[in-house]
């Protein structure tokens, strides 16, 4: 199995195969709304805005594992980040990323990255560098500003 035999469940239920992503550079990140590491968000819109005409995406997945801090429904969830943060990439539900209900794209990421991290993601804000080929690249810790990020995404994207 690889990354691209996953789907994800966006928005409103629609199921998107994580095929439509194939070829691109990926930033997955686990979010919450009301997390000290939310200002992060507009650090990742630079990032989107920078990148995403030469292949790159930013897939955010809000969860509410940690501190209860991503309240709210999905809507109520993407119109914040949109209004507050200005951001333009793709939201997913809210999903779980630990646990039995943990997420199958969650699960995929926390095995096939090397980690001094562990296998359980800590807090919200982790981040996945994942190549064009569907490679999980690095781990990042939630206290990684995505600014730190944009030197190895601009080496991903030359290759």
């Known amino acids: 199995m690889n990354i691209y035999d996953l789907e994800l469940k966006g928005l409103k239920g629609k199921i998107i195969p994580m095929k439509e992503y194939e070829g691109k550079v990926l930033l ?26 030469k292949g790159f995406e930013i897939l955010d997945f809000p969860c509410n594992q940690f501190g209860h801090q991503a309240p709210g429904n999905d809507e109520e969830i993407h119109d914040f980040c949109q209004l507050r943060y200005k951001t333009s990439f793709p939201r997913f539900t809210k999903i779980d990323v630990n646990g039995k209900n943990a997420d199958p794209l969650f699960k995929y990421l926390k095995k096939n990255s090397e980690s001094t991290l562990g296998t359980t993601i800590k807090w919200n804000f982790t981040k996945f560098l994942v190549d064009r080929e569907g490679n999980v690249v690095k781990r990042y810790a939630p206290t990684t500003e995505p600014i730190d990020i944009d030197a190895k995404i601009a080496e991903l994207l030359q290759k």
């Open 28 to 53: 997955i990140v686990n979010t919450a709304t009301g997390c000290g590491f939310t200002p992060q968000y507009e650090g990742l819109q630079k990032l989107y805005d920078k990148y995403q005409d």
